[in-house]
Structure formats: C-alpha cells, structure tokens
C-alpha cells in the first residue's frame, strides 16, 4: 500500500483544482508549447561540457525569451575553494528587473547549507550528494536572466548545468502568474532575548520581509548548533497583510512547524518526505548542523499586500545559536529588494570554538 502522503500526491483531488484531479492528472494534456533546453555542454562537439568561471567574475548562464517557464534546473560544481557552496551566489531576474527576484547562495539554494554535498530530497528541490536539482515552475512573461557570481577564492575549476524550459505562442499563458522567489538570510549568533513572554517578536528570527501580493511555498532552515542544549521550541509567527501582534498564524514550535515533533530528540534519524523533512542531523548533544524544510506546496499562506515571516530562536528567543534560513514565495512584482552580506558573513560557524550554553530540557 502506497503511504498517505504519495496517495495524496498522485491521486486525491487537489484543493481548487489548481493541478486537475491529481499531479499525475494533467500529463496526458497536450500543451500549446516549445520544450527548450539550455546547458554548458561543449559547443565544439567535444566533451568539455562545463564552463570555468574566473573568481570574481559573474556570469550569465541563461538569457531567455519569454513568454515562458523554466521548469526544472540541474547544476552540479567542482572547484577547489571548501566554501564554494556558500561564496557562489544564483541569482534569477524575471523581465527585466533590476533587483534580482533569487539571490541566495547556491548550495543553500538546493539545501546543502553547510557546503557538505549529501543526499536528500523533496517534491520540489533535491540534491544526490553534488548533483542539485530544482522542479519549482519559474513562469516569465518577457525575459528570464540567470547569474552566477563567483565569490570564491578561486577559480570554478568546472561549472557544469542543465536548464529545461517552455515558450508559448502568447503571454496570456503566464501574464497573471507570480513570479518565482527566493531569498537567503543569516544570523551567525542570534542575541538572546530579555523577554520573558516575546509580547512583540521583535527578537524573532526573520525568515522572510516581503511587499506586494503573492503566496509563500516554502522555508529551508539550517542552524548550527552553539554548545550544548537544545536549540529549537521557537514558534513560527507569521504576519500577513500587517495585521497586529500577535499574528493570527502561531505555531507551537520549529519542530512541529517542520511537521516533525518528539523525533526531533537526540537519538533522531533524518528523513524526506515530499513536502517536509530532517534532511540533516548534527550529533547527539545537539551542537551539531542541522538542516530542515517545509514546503507549503498543497497550503500556500497567502498574502495581498506583505507577509512578515519569523520564528524564535529558542523558546522566548532565548537562544544564541547560528541560523540561516531560504524563503520560496511567489508574486507580483515589483517586489521588495533584498540583498545577500558580503562573502565573510556567510562562511559557516566553527562549532567546536564556541562556549557551552545553559543545557535546555526537551
């Protein structure tokens, strides 16, 4: 028998009809489009199939007319620098903008936020070790522009990717679409809180700060363990449309948001499942690195005009642990402009340099 989660995938009907009768439904449809694909493979027929991209250089690896969709990306990397995963930036702009729509890190990207290639795997983002792949539908009306920005301390030895993508005769098949998204942020140590009862959220770690209408589908967290005690219990707090604190959407913790919930403990085991996952587990005492996700695929949380995503780092924020975190939404543009720190503020906390905190109980 097939479990809950893959019978609801493929079969059960989808709220709204927004896919048919199910994912698998809508295959046998015939669409009005052009499958495309662009990649690195070597233009001379030989079998250089990757681009070298000098350190501190961007380059452009897509430039597409629309109107269309990327529909999945490929990418996998070889270069010599230990953080190359966090020092290379992806960057996506959708018809012409000038603030980039993703700018994230690549390997936190494709959930491999601690420049260790492993394996997990989702609905719509996986990695097999250093092979990243992403399935999240990326509609454009004019143009689609893709970046990367090597800020590594060398040179990518090897670069290589695959891009599939659809045209179609007339822009009245993505003209009301949002548009795809995704931002990466960091907190190297978040500062613990005085507050006691967290009236405000004010201290909450930010996930998400977006402007506009559109709908969030996804949250990829990793957190880095600082000394011992466990580091989670923080609620998700969400505002929408900037309605007062407190917000009407509460969690009871960062592990029941990620749908998991006592197995969170010390003698856990990672898993996947399509839509949320543990896909990295740290050690026993929890001073490990931890990486998780949540993708709101069949509950998008909608917005009309923001959306204030955050969780506590610890029960009352009273936890000073590194976290790093990459929103997925999608809307209208224009969007709120976001930016990635410089290249020292994104390398990946020592935990073994750091001092032991208070040991919480769970």
């Not at 967290?198 to 990829?220: M, P, Q």
């Not at 007062?244 to 919930?261: I, M, Q, R, V």
Request: aromatic share 14%.
């Amino acid at each position: 028998m097939l479990p809950v989660f893959v019978f609801t995938l493929l079969i059960a009907p989808v709220a709204h009809g927004q896919w048919g009768t199910s994912f698998l439904g809508r295959l046998p449809e015939l669409k009005n489009a052009v499958t495309r694909k662009i990649s690195s493979f070597d233009k001379t027929g030989g079998n250089r199939d990757f681009l070298t991209i000098r350190k501190d250089t961007t380059v452009t690896i897509a430039d597409l007319a629309g109107p269309g969709c990327i529909t999945h990306i490929w990418v996998t990397i070889s270069a010599a620098d230990r953080f190359h995963l966090r020092k290379i930036l992806l960057r996506v702009y959708w018809d012409g903008e000038k603030n980039p729509s993703v700018s994230c890190p690549i390997g936190d990207f494709f959930g491999l936020g601690f420049c260790q290639p492993h394996y997990w795997s989702s609905l719509p983002l996986s990695a097999a070790s250093r092979a990243m792949n992403c399935y999240f539908p990326m509609p454009y009306e004019h143009r689609a522009r893709i970046e990367i920005v090597n800020d590594c301390d060398t040179d990518i030895g090897a670069f290589y990717f695959n891009i599939d993508y659809e045209t179609y005769p007339g822009a009245d098949a993505v003209r009301n679409m949002g548009r795809f998204h995704a931002q990466w942020n960091r907190e190297s140590l978040t500062t613990p809180s005085k507050d006691t009862t967290n009236i405000t959220g004010n201290s909450n770690y930010l996930i998400l700060d977006a402007e506009g209408e559109g709908h969030y589908v996804g949250t990829l967290m990793y957190i880095q363990g600082m000394g011992t005690g466990w580091w989670g219990e923080g609620d998700d707090m969400v505002v929408v449309d900037g309605e007062k604190w407190p917000p009407s959407f509460n969690g009871t913790g960062l592990e029941d948001y990620f749908l998991g919930a006592w197995n969170f403990n010390n003698v856990s085991q990672e898993y996947n499942t399509p839509f949320y996952g543990y896909s990295l587990q740290g050690n026993k005492d929890y001073t490990g690195q931890h990486a998780m996700y949540r993708f709101h695929i069949l509950d998008p949380i909608v917005f009309k005009k923001s959306l204030r995503c955050t969780i506590e780092h610890g029960h009352n924020n009273k936890r000073a642990d590194d976290y790093a975190s990459v929103a997925f939404w999608y809307q209208k543009e224009p969007h709120k402009p976001f930016t990635v720190p410089e290249v020292s503020k994104r390398i990946p906390t020592n935990s073994w340099s750091v001092t032991p905190q208070e040991k919480d109980t769970h």
